[in-house]
């Protein structure tokens, strides 16, 4: 009996049975390793009175080390800026991980109507699922720590869409936010019924975890290096747990973008377009350094405000006019601090590159990441120069 049907096929993985077989490897072992329950108890058992005492993280990603902040700061305020580097950190990963919970979605919907792409379908559910147990440990020690040193959110954020400014510290406007929005919404759409689009996005993906998996790989070995894992603090384990998923997320992210894209028929000029538009987006995104936070690429001018509260907090009880001085000298004057932040982005970068390197349809712009490039230490001392003047002007109206 023939069990074939007559008919022209196209866009299916069973033909390229090497590509199939690394997205079953890839999810068979995330199902077996999946860390949700594992987050859920961290969290569940988080109580920042035990662990309010102790680093929770390598000393280097503290706020502000290696600054004048640090250099005068006490132990204990040590301590606090070494936990609040993981408060501040993991919020922006949890709205990094909000629209990626969107974008898996719409991915999975331009790919699910494609022959035998169930399996890809399947892996981007599972990985939703463990980004909300992500997102609920991450805002639960938030939360908790925040409330206890301030009373009040400084780095963490109600709930919200994924359509909203993924850097959480932007150098943005109403207008740019608007515009921003827009685009993501249309980038949804396209990509809910476009196969290249939807694992186009995944390069894009792709590119933005690489500089997590450099930060959050040295935030994980915190953890696996702790004497005493058993009672290593929770927001230590809570890093681990969540680096070792993300692992899978960034093999995900690889495969689909480098070898299931190339099971699909060549993008057109207007999927060239597109997807080129998305990686200068994230060009822009990642274009500035930070002297506050090495690791994200957050706008400095739109931390002051932040650190301003931090430094007036009874945690470090300076005075308006010793909190203004020391963040004149922090953000204005090199540091170590600015440049190990200087040295991640450099970094980042270069791996950028090699990412995007064989993939034909990129732009050279984005494979050079020409734009990320053009950012220097004097370009940034003399952004914040100008910056902090403006910011001291408005205080004293």
């Given at each position: 009996?023939?069990?074939?049907?007559?008919?022209?096929?196209?866009?299916?993985?069973?033909?390229?049975?090497?590509?199939?077989?690394?997205?079953?490897?890839?999810?068979?072992?995330?199902?077996?390793?999946?860390?949700?329950?594992?987050?859920?108890?961290?969290?569940?058992?988080?109580?920042?009175?035990?662990?309010?005492?102790?680093?929770?993280?390598?000393?280097?990603?503290?706020?502000?080390y290696g600054t004048p902040v640090w250099s005068q700061a006490?132990?204990?305020?040590?301590?606090?800026?070494?936990?609040?580097?993981?408060?501040?950190?993991?919020?922006?990963?949890?709205?990094?991980?909000?629209?990626?919970?969107?974008?898996?979605?719409?991915?999975?919907?331009?790919?699910?109507?494609?022959?035998?792409?169930?399996?890809?379908?399947?892996?981007?559910?599972?990985?939703?699922?463990?980004?909300?147990?992500?997102?609920?440990?991450?805002?639960?020690?938030?939360?908790?720590?925040?409330?206890?040193?301030?009373?009040?959110r400084i780095f963490s954020y109600t709930m919200r869409g994924?359509?909203?400014?993924?850097?959480?510290?932007?150098?943005?406007?109403?207008?740019?936010?608007?515009?921003?929005?827009?685009?993501?919404?249309?980038?949804?759409l396209l990509s809910s019924d476009n196969t290249f689009l939807?694992?186009?996005?995944?390069?894009?993906?792709?590119?933005?975890?690489?500089?997590?998996?450099?930060?959050?790989?040295?935030?994980?070995?915190?953890?696996?290096?702790?004497?005493?894992?058993?009672?290593?603090?929770?927001?230590?384990?809570?890093?681990?747990?969540?680096?070792?998923?993300?692992?899978?997320?960034?093999?995900?992210?690889?495969?689909?973008?480098?070898?299931?894209?190339?099971?699909?028929?060549?993008?057109?000029?207007?999927?060239?377009?597109?997807?080129?538009?998305?990686?200068?987006?994230?060009?822009?995104?990642?274009?500035?350094?930070?002297?506050?936070?090495?690791?994200?690429?957050?706008?400095?001018?739109?931390?002051?405000?932040?650190?301003?509260?931090?430094?007036?907090?009874?945690?470090?009880?300076?005075?308006?006019?010793?909190?203004?001085?020391?963040?004149?000298?922090?953000?204005?004057?090199?540091?170590?601090?600015?440049?190990?932040?200087?040295?991640?982005?450099?970094?980042?970068?270069?791996?950028?590159?090699?990412?995007?390197?064989?993939?034909?349809?990129?732009?050279?712009?984005?494979?050079?990441?020409?734009?990320?490039?053009?950012?220097?230490?004097?370009?940034?001392?003399?952004?914040?120069?100008?910056?902090?003047?403006?910011?001291?002007?408005?205080?004293?109206?």
């Open positions: 009996m023939n069990t074939t049907l007559n008919e022209p096929k196209q866009n299916t993985l069973l033909e390229n049975p090497q590509v199939y077989r690394k997205l079953q490897i890839n999810h068979t072992r995330n199902k077996q390793q999946d860390h949700t329950q594992l987050l859920d108890e961290a969290a569940a058992a988080f109580k920042y009175e035990d662990c309010k005492d102790v680093y929770w993280n390598p000393e280097e990603f503290s706020l502000l006490s132990p204990r305020q040590k301590v606090i800026l070494n936990q609040l580097y993981w408060v501040a950190y993991y919020s922006q990963i949890i709205s990094a991980e909000i629209a990626t919970i969107f974008f898996n979605q719409t991915s999975a919907a331009g790919l699910y109507a494609q022959e035998d792409f169930r399996l890809v379908c399947d892996m981007l559910d599972l990985e939703s699922a463990q980004e909300r147990a992500h997102i609920n440990a991450f805002q639960t020690v938030s939360h908790q720590v925040e409330a206890a040193l301030f009373g009040k994924p359509f909203a400014e993924t850097m959480i510290f932007a150098d943005t406007n109403t207008f740019k936010r608007f515009w921003k929005k827009l685009q993501l919404q249309t980038f949804g939807a694992c186009q996005y995944f390069t894009v993906r792709g590119v933005r975890t690489l500089n997590g998996k450099l930060v959050q790989h040295k935030l994980s070995n915190y953890y696996q290096k702790h004497p005493d894992q058993e009672n290593a603090p929770i927001p230590a384990k809570i890093s681990y747990y969540h680096f070792m998923d993300e692992s899978f997320h960034f093999n995900s992210s690889t495969i689909i973008s480098h070898d299931v894209i190339s099971c699909l028929k060549p993008p057109t000029a207007f999927e060239k377009l597109v997807a080129n538009l998305g990686l200068r987006g994230c060009q822009k995104d990642h274009y500035h350094f930070s002297a506050v936070i090495n690791g994200i690429f957050w706008y400095d001018p739109a931390l002051y405000a932040a650190i301003y509260q931090v430094l007036r907090s009874q945690s470090f009880s300076m005075s308006d006019i010793e909190a203004k001085e020391m963040m004149r000298l922090s953000f204005t004057q090199e540091s170590e601090g600015l440049h190990r932040s200087y040295q991640t982005h450099t970094e980042a970068m270069e791996s950028y590159k090699v990412y995007l390197d064989k993939l034909n349809y990129v732009w050279q712009s984005n494979k050079q990441m020409s734009l990320m490039a053009s950012n220097s230490i004097p370009k940034y001392l003399e952004m914040q120069q100008k910056s902090f003047s403006s910011f001291l002007h408005s205080q004293r109206k």
